[in-house]
C-alpha cells in the first residue's frame, strides 16, 4: 500500500489530526534528505577525485550546499504549515 493510499485513511479526520498526520510523514524523508547531504559532504573530499571528467569538485560541493539548503527550506515550510508559530508574512514585492 502506497503511502497516498495510507493517507486517504484520514480523509475524514479533523484538521488538526491531518496537520500531525501530515507533519510525521514528511519529516521522514526531509531528515533523509538532511542526513544524506551531511554525510555526502563529510566523504566529498575523498569523492571528488573519483567523479567523471565532466563534473568537477565545484559542482558536487555545490550541489551538496543545495541539497543541504533545500532540506532545511524544506523543513521550515513544514514547520510554518504544521506547527503553532510566528510566520512572517509573504513578501508582497515592494
Same mark, same amino acid.
Given at each position: 500500500?502506497?503511502?497516498?493510499?495510507? %493517507?486517504?485513511?484520514?480523509?475524514?479526520?479533523?484538521?488538526?489530526?491531518? !496537520?500531525?498526520? %501530515?507533519?510525521?510523514?514528511? !519529516?521522514?524523508?526531509? %531528515?533523509?534528505?538532511?542526513?544524506?547531504? *551531511? !554525510?555526502?559532504?563529510? &566523504?566529498?573530499?575523498?569523492?571528488?577525485?573519483?567523479?567523471?571528467? *565532466?563534473?568537477?569538485?565545484?559542482?558536487?560541493?555545490?550541489?551538496?550546499?543545495?541539497?543541504? /539548503?533545500?532540506?532545511? /527550506?524544506?523543513?521550515?515550510? %513544514? /514547520?510554518?504549515?504544521? !506547527?503553532? &508559530? /510566528?510566520?512572517?508574512?509573504? *513578501?508582497?514585492?515592494?
Amino acid at each position: 500500500m502506497s503511502i497516498y493510499d495510507e %493517507l486517504r485513511k484520514y480523509h475524514t479526520a479533523p484538521a488538526e489530526q491531518k !496537520l500531525k498526520i %501530515l507533519r510525521e510523514e514528511l !519529516l521522514r524523508p526531509i %531528515l533523509t534528505v538532511e542526513n544524506a547531504a *551531511h !554525510l555526502l559532504k563529510q &566523504a566529498a573530499p575523498e569523492i571528488a577525485p573519483c567523479l567523471p571528467p *565532466h563534473i568537477n569538485a565545484d559542482e558536487l560541493r555545490n550541489t551538496l550546499n543545495w541539497l543541504s /539548503d533545500a532540506a532545511v /527550506d524544506l523543513r521550515q515550510v %513544514l /514547520d510554518a504549515i504544521t !506547527l503553532e &508559530a /510566528d510566520v512572517p508574512p509573504p *513578501h508582497t514585492g515592494d
